[in-house]
Each structure stands twice: as C-alpha cells, then as structure tokens.
C-alpha cells in the first residue's frame, strides 16, 4: 500500500465514524417518531390505519439504519485493529485518534503531548509506516 493509498483508505474510515453518528442520530429520530405515532383505539376497534403503517415505516427504517451501523462500525474496527498493530505506540496513537476517534488535529496533539506543527511531520511518518505495515 502506498502513503497516498494509506492517507485514502484511513480516510474512509474517518468519514464512516462522522456517517455513523449521523445514522444514530437519524435513529433516534426515527425512533422518536415511530413511538409517538400511534393509531385510536376505539369501541369497534383500531382505527387510524395510516398511522399505524407509519409506525411501522418508522421501525424499518431504525432497523435498516441499525443494520447499516453495524456494517459501518465493523469497517472501522478492522481498521482500528490494523492501527494498532503498529509497532510504535505514538504512531497508532496519532492514527488512532484521528481517524477512528475522529478528533480534530489540535485535540490529537493535546492528547499525544506534541504541538500541532509537529504532529503533521509525526502523521506523515506515521502514515509511512501504516502504508508498510497493511501491506
């Protein structure tokens, strides 16, 4: 795998973490809605049939959108476990944290204990050694 091929695919990775909070968050309002539409009960029985279908519409789309969650969170796993095959601990940290955790570069340079200038020369040696190491 090549640095660029590295920086490409840890990348992806990063964008699956921010897809997946969206995806929670369209859960829980999909969840929200499902739980608050409920058909009338009355004497001759339920009435209301659209909204129980919309509820129901509701309860697949937060299965579909957990069953994408999982797909996603898999990737980002496998990923996350190839980073932390690296030898050197400050690397798979850097990696780590940007890219499965999401954190912005000041916070990763915060958490590791380097100034953000030096971080991107310690992220690109970083990005070196990943590219050897998956190959």
Do not use: C
Request: aromatic share 10%.
């Amino acid at each position: 795998m090549t640095v660029q091929e590295a920086k490409w695919y840890l990348g992806s990775v990063r964008g699956m973490r921010v897809k997946v909070r969206t995806l929670e968050n369209s859960k829980e309002a999909a969840w929200t809605k499902a739980t608050k539409t409920t058909p009338v009960m009355e004497e001759t029985g339920i009435h209301g049939s659209a909204e129980k279908d919309l509820m129901a519409q509701y309860v697949i789309d937060v299965e579909d959108i957990n069953q994408e969650i999982i797909r996603l969170k898999k990737k980002i796993r496998a990923a996350g476990r190839q980073i932390n095959a690296m030898k050197d601990p400050v690397y798979s940290a850097l990696l780590y944290s940007y890219y499965i955790d999401a954190l912005s570069w000041d916070q990763v340079a915060d958490i590791i204990g380097y100034t953000p200038r030096w971080i991107f020369v310690l992220r690109d040696r970083a990005l070196e050694e990943f590219a050897k190491t998956v190959q």
